[in-house]
């Protein structure tokens, strides 16, 4: 597991463009993981501007999504099939039929059963993960084990209490999520985590803290992925104690 520091957020979103970038040059096929949250909206823009410019073309991809709310159709605004929509797929050419996401509408289940079907058979070339405040990626959120497949989760309290930023006041926050498993992460070839800001700080901390591999630090199953880097700004950096 690698830690990349650059200046800002923006920096951060322009490395993880640029690694994308390339693996989609490299392979126009690819499997792409993407992920949703405040930390990502840079990124979709930098994809939809080097795709207007020509500099990326999405056309052979696929993409599939770490994970979904339960109960929220994709034309809910806060589902998290309405932000890829919104940021990415509606204003770029990758193609409808590549893209797999959850249905939050669906049976739970059943859609995680699709979706471990799916990831059965097709290994994510690269992986674009988040983090949780305590340290989930995903909807994998703290707990005794780790679950390897596509599963339906409980989410955290703290979870339900930071995506409430997105809902408007009295609206209910989902209390459940869909999410890729371990197993998941850890087969994809490359992964890549990003992180701003300095409510992330303790669990970027606690990641490269120790050597331990701990499900209460969901994060930590990094250390596992071939090739994982963890890109941070630098007021992370500096709240975390990490040095470049
Ligand atoms: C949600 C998502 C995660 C995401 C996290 C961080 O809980 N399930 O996949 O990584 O939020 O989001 P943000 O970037 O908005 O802090």
């Known amino acids: 597991m690698r830690l990349v520091v650059e200046k800002d957020a923006a920096a951060c979103s322009r490395f993880v463009a640029d690694a994308f970038e390339r693996v989609i040059k490299e392979k126009p096929t690819a499997l792409l993981g993407l992920a949703t949250g405040g930390s990502v909206t840079d990124l979709y823009r930098m994809f939809r501007e080097d795709y207007s410019a020509g500099r990326v073309d999405f056309s052979e991809v696929s993409t599939v999504n770490l994970d979904e709310y339960v109960g929220l159709p994709g034309d809910h605004k806060q589902s998290f099939a309405w932000f890829m929509e919104e940021h990415l797929f509606s204003k770029t050419n990758i193609p409808r039929k590549n893209v797999h996401l959850y249905d939050g509408s669906g049976d739970a289940e059943l859609e995680t059963a699709k979706m471990k079907a799916f990831l059965d058979e097709n290994v994510i070339d690269i992986l674009l993960l988040g983090i949780g405040n305590n340290g989930h990626i995903g909807f994998n959120e703290p707990d005794a084990v780790f679950t390897c497949a596509p599963h339906a989760v409980e989410l955290a309290e703290e979870t339900i209490a930071a995506n409430a930023r997105f809902f408007s006041p009295g609206e209910e926050v989902p209390k459940y999520g869909m999410t890729i498993g371990m197993r998941d992460v850890v087969r994809a070839k490359k992964v890549i985590l990003v992180a701003f800001g300095a409510a992330k700080a303790a669990a970027i901390a606690a990641l490269f803290g120790d050597d331990l591999v701990d499900p209460q630090l969901p994060c930590s199953t990094l250390k596992l ?19 470049r």
């Open 225 to 243: 992925a071939a090739d994982a880097v963890v890109v941070v700004d630098e007021a992370l950096a500096a709240s975390a104690n990490l040095s």
